[in-house]
C-alpha cells in the first residue's frame, strides 16, 4: 500500500526560528513535492524534485528550502519562520512527472 | 502559469439531488485529476482524466474532460452524506513536472 508520511501533524513554532519538515515515501518514487494548502487559495507548489539532489523551484519558494539526500526523503526547510507561513503543509510524491500524486497527512505549523 | 478556476467553492446540497462542480482552466493541457479531501485528512485521488471526451464514473461521482473548452466537470448523482468534502482538480502543466490545483469545493450534504 503507498505511503507518505510527515514527521508532525501538529507544530508551533516562534518567529524567527529555523523549521525542519520531513517527508518520508514508501513506494521507491522518483518526484517529490511540498505545498502549501490555505484556505480560499487551494493548494500552492513551494519546491519539488525529480531525482536524488535535485530541486526545482514551484510557485511560492520564497522563504522556504528544500533538501533531498536520499530517494525516499525530502525536507523543507523554513530558514528564519514568520507569521505569514502560518499553513497546513503537504507533501506528495509520484512515480513519474504528470502521474498520481500521492499525499502525505499533512503538517499543521503555527507561528507565533 | 497555468491558472486553474473552480467553482463553486462551497456548495450545500439537500441528499438526493444532482449537482456540477466546475474546473476551468487557462493553457492547453491533456490530463487531469480529481481529489478529495476529507476534513482533517489528506486529499486522496478520485479519477484521472487522459483525453479529450474522457469520461470516469465511480458510484456517485462522474467526470468528464473537454480539453477544448479547457473544462473539467464532476457531477453528482443523487448526494449522500458520505459525499461531504472537499473536492480539487488538479490540472498537469504541458512540461509534466507540475500540478496546478483549483481552490477546492467544499461539499455539504445534508439529510
Known amino acids: 500500500d503507498v505511503k507518505v508520511t510527515q514527521s508532525s501533524r501538529y507544530l508551533v513554532k516562534r518567529t524567527g526560528e529555523k523549521v525542519f519538515l520531513e517527508c518520508v515515501q514508501d513506494m521507491d518514487h522518483e518526484n517529490m513535492f511540498w505545498y502549501r494548502q490555505d484556505p480560499g487559495l487551494g493548494l500552492r507548489l513551494i519546491y519539488f524534485s525529480y531525482d536524488v539532489k535535485m530541486k526545482e523551484k514551484g510557485d511560492i519558494p520564497e522563504g522556504y528550502s528544500v533538501s533531498r539526500e536520499k530517494k525516499e526523503r525530502f525536507s523543507l526547510i523554513l530558514e528564519s519562520a514568520s507569521t505569514n507561513q502560518t499553513s497546513m503543509y503537504l507533501c506528495?510524491?509520484?512515480?513519474?512527472?504528470?502521474?498520481?500524486?500521492?499525499f502525505g497527512p499533512g503538517t499543521r505549523l503555527t507561528v507565533t | 502559469e497555468l491558472k486553474v478556476e473552480q467553482n463553486p467553492l462551497f456548495l450545500s446540497m439537500q441528499e438526493g439531488k444532482n449537482y456540477t462542480i466546475y474546473c476551468n482552466y487557462s493553457t492547453t493541457s491533456d490530463r487531469l485529476y480529481w481529489y478529495r479531501q476529507d476534513p482533517g485528512k489528506s486529499l486522496e485521488s478520485l479519477f484521472v482524466l487522459l483525453s479529450n471526451g474522457a469520461v470516469k464514473q465511480e458510484g456517485r461521482l462522474m467526470a468528464s474532460l473537454d480539453t477544448k473548452a479547457r473544462l473539467s466537470t464532476l457531477h453528482i448523482t443523487a448526494a449522500v452524506h458520505d459525499l461531504s468534502a472537499t473536492y480539487f482538480c488538479?490540472?498537469?502543466?504541458?512540461?509534466?513536472?507540475?500540478?496546478?490545483f483549483g481552490t477546492g469545493t467544499s461539499l455539504t450534504v445534508i439529510p
Open positions: 488538479a490540472v498537469v502543466s504541458n512540461t509534466g513536472n507540475q500540478f496546478y
Open positions: 506528495a510524491s509520484s512515480r513519474l512527472s504528470g502521474y498520481e500524486q500521492y
